[in-house]
């Protein structure tokens, strides 16, 4: 299994963070479910399904996301309020300025950044500030932090976020090929802050991830070093944000043989790749517009300008595709989004 030393790692952070405030194994092992014998021995090596499983259980019975490592802690459900807070991001900058800004208001004590200064030129880098390290004396928190804002990163877009590298002001806890493995990309250890730089261009790619998309990191939770469920290279994903930009920028659709064209395959073979997704052009084409026109409707725009950016004929068009998405014509739409905020 690809950097199982670094699954291990983190389980057996977990657990001696638990134990040092108090929490037995017997009941770790109860509501986990992680056997004792995967406890006996430091060789012992955690699957990703186990360390999931220990992540969640060990959050619930401390009452705490951040896993006892910081003073004030952090109240269950954050992460999950957090995403679907960041899936009404337009933009990827968007949506890791509105998460960072939601931590900010739950803890001083972990702070996220997103910074786009002079200094890394054509690149961006999320950083990850801890006031009290001597709470997190395994260094669990930035490692940790650093490969989740990845990989929502990468969720958010439909795309893999390519590191460029990960800094950490910390010594390595394992090998270098070890970390190599598990993050990606290059690390380096002894810096002054902890922080993934990427290319700045990802920043301003689109979101394509909604409200109906939140079901999957319900299911991700702590799932492993890698990516959240839906990051692949899926070609449903990489069409639907092919689309998307275009849609934005135009107002209009290409057709599926200019798509067909791009990737070098028939329509035909586009149609059948697609359909072996379970989607299909039209699909996906319906759904980046009904995301655009709904959430234009969250905004003062004019109906009309809805009707124009949503690429309809009239706003009798656009009033029969509201009403065929939510039941409610737009006015109706609006006013009872008004009467929920």
Known sequence: MPAELMV????????????????????IFRTSGVQPKNLAAKETRFDPEEFARLSRHVKVLM?????????SGCKLGAFELMVALAVSGAT???????????YGMLSDEIRFVLATDTELKDMAAIEVHVTNPKLDRYNFLCEWWLLVWRSISSWLLGEKVQALRFEFPHPA????????????ADCEFGKPLARFVFAQDYLHRPVIRNSMDLDETRSWRASVLGAMPGISEALSLRLRAKLRDYF????????????????????????????EENTSFRQIRDDIRRDVVMKLLK???????????????????????????????????????????
């Open 8 to 27: 291990n790692r983190f389980a057996q952070v977990l657990i001696r963070t638990a134990t040092a405030q108090g929490y037995d194994l017997p009941t």
């Open 63 to 71: 009452k705490d996301e951040f896993c006892g490592m910081t003073e």
């Open 92 to 102: 990827l900058a968007d949506s890791m300025q509105m998460a960072f800004r939601f």
């Open 173 to 184: 806890a394992l090998s270098e090929e070890e970390y190599r493995a598990a993050f990606s």
């Open 248 to 275: 934005v920028r135009h107002r209009e659709f290409p057709t599926m043989e200019d798509i067909a064209k791009q990737y070098h395959v028939s329509s035909q073979t586009l149609r059948r790749r697609l359909d």
């Open 299 to 341: 905004t003062g725009a004019t109906l009309l300008d809805i009707t124009r950016d949503g690429g309809f004929s009239d706003t009798s068009a656009l009033a029969r595709a509201v009403k065929g998405w939510t039941g409610l014509y737009p006015k109706q739409y609006r006013d009872m989004i008004g009467r929920t905020h």
